[in-house]
């Protein structure tokens, strides 16, 4: 297939060093990422890929794909990311040409209608799917070059998130646990703003916790693959939750709650799924019970960027089916 991905942001989304305690414009930006990531599969996979980037590239694309500056009318499909590029969608539509968007939140975090949403959208979660009332959805998929594994464990457990939701995704859930039960707690994650960041870094100092900022690339590796679990205590309807995955995928168990796709996630073999704070408190107890090789064999299995590069031609195929009808 001739396949027409576009995003707005500069590839790589994720570059080789992390903006440390300095704002970011998109803190997560794992939309972006999952969409590199996408984009290289789909071209393993034998597939024509155009990635579609008006801020252009600092490295190299993947082999077998082409950098494009402007729309591809020749392809047999359009795949967005949600709430973006709608003109290139109309463009598509006024040539009768199938297209598909990918959604990696529930809508209702940017103010909108989950009812807004069409059949051409597929979600990252089928817990995510089944909140706006639909089924199609592909799991995110990581690439293991990316993270180091170890089964050799430090002494810290690792909170990751953008710290404009830090609430909201349980970092005080996880300050609490580290000032009551002693243990050492790694905080990384940027916001967009320095009131977020100097809100966080001041939590952290006041119970001895680590603030490191947004990290990438090595330090990155070496953090995940280091901890000996990672939290993420979310209290949001969690879409998918990519921490986790590049957790597992590093040898590390998760102790997550219970909310949105975290259940879907993570199974008992790799970690702790929490209702309530005693939960978090026996799972940090236990964690040393989850073997790294299995967290790493199920990210393998299941969170393997050429599965998700499979399961999204799988889309494309029904969607280009469907449009023929």
Known sequence: MRLLLPSTHKYPAFGAEGEGAHPKQFPSGSAFYVHD??????AELGHE???LLPQGA?????????LVSEF???VDILHTIAGRDWDLVREMEARRKPWVTTCHMDMTARGLEREATTENWVFVSRELARLHGRERYVHNGVDPANYLYSETKGDYFLFMSTLDWGTKKGLDVALRLAEELGFQLVVAGTGSDYESINRVAGLCRKIGARYVGDVKGRVKAELLAGARGFIFPT????????GMVEALMSGTPVICSDRGACPEVISPDVGFVCSVYEDYVSAVGRVAEVAPRA????????YHYLKM???YVAEYEKEIARNGD
Do not use: I, S
Not at 58 to 66: Q, S
Not at 295 to 302: F, P, S, Y
């Open 37 to 42: 990531t996408l984009v290289k599969g789909l």
């Open 309 to 311: 590069a499979a399961g």
């Open 72 to 74: 591809r009318p020749d």
């Open 235 to 242: 209290k949001v309807d969690e879409a998918f939750g990519l």
């Open 58 to 66: 600092d490295r190299p694309l993947p082999d077998g794909v082409t």
């Open 49 to 51: 890929v155009f990635y």
């Open 295 to 302: 967290c790493r064999e199920k990210a393998m299995r299941d």
